[in-house]
T-cell receptor
């Protein structure tokens, strides 16, 4: 089944403890992206990747890192999480770019205490 | 920059028709998407408009007027399962494939 797989689904952590949220897609998509969704603010893009080893900042990249060593994987890394990074995170992919239909992962609800 | 406006909440009756509006201001418009998002779930693609006019897909239709910076999503024969948030997203060609989302409209369908 074609899908974007995100893990974990829920995560509670403490300030400063490094964490990684994994994202994997099995559709051979070139484009992958991370969003965060907050009440009243909608979906905001954190980072995106047009292809392997090519990543770029979105609207809210501060405090996050990404890597794209393989086409299928696009992990999101929080080196030193802070409470303002408490949010619902979505990974998404598309065949070639953000201008195409996006397929979203099921989301990661992160709470930073 | 981009400015995308949608109503925050709407309520409609089962079996009725509802229209969800989206207005936008963007420097390099290059397409508009509608996504549906049920509570606690991921957004799923509904429609895409890049030219003016109406795109119909079953019970759902989406309209675009580029000169007015306006789109709407029309849902006919509403069902209870249509209760969800509907996200308008605008593609801006001035950036590298940038896609900007509105804050979404939460639709509640009542019996």
């Amino acid at each position: 089944e074609a899908q974007v797989t995100q893990n974990p689904r829920y995560l509670i952590t403490v300030t400063g403890k490094k964490l990684t949220v994994t994202c994997s897609q099995n559709m051979n998509h070139e484009y992958m992206s991370w969003y965060r969704q907050d009440p009243g603010l909608g979906l905001r893009q954190i980072y995106y990747s047009m292809n392997v080893e090519v990543t770029d900042k979105g609207d809210v990249p501060e405090g996050y890192k990404v890597s794209r060593k393989e086409k299928r994987n696009f992990p999101l890394i929080l080196e030193s999480p802070s409470p303002n990074q408490t949010s619902l995170y979505f990974c998404a992919s598309s065949l070639q770019g953000a201008g195409e239909k996006l397929f979203f992962g099921s989301g990661t609800q992160l709470s930073v205490l | 920059g981009q400015n995308i406006d949608q109503p925050t909440e709407m309520t409609a009756t089962e079996g009725a028709i509802v229209q969800i509006n989206c207005t936008y201001q963007t420097s390099g418009f290059n397409g508009l998407f509608w996504y549906q998002q049920h509570a606690g779930e991921a957004p799923t693609f509904l429609s895409y408009n890049v030219l003016d006019g109406l795109e119909e897909k079953g019970r759902f239709s989406s309209f675009l007027s580029r000169s007015k910076g306006y789109s709407y999503l029309l849902l006919k024969e509403l069902q209870m399962k249509d209760s969800a948030s509907y996200l308008c997203a605008v593609r801006d060609q001035t950036g590298a494939n940038n896609l900007f989302f509105g804050t979404g409209t939460r639709l509640t369908v009542i019996p």
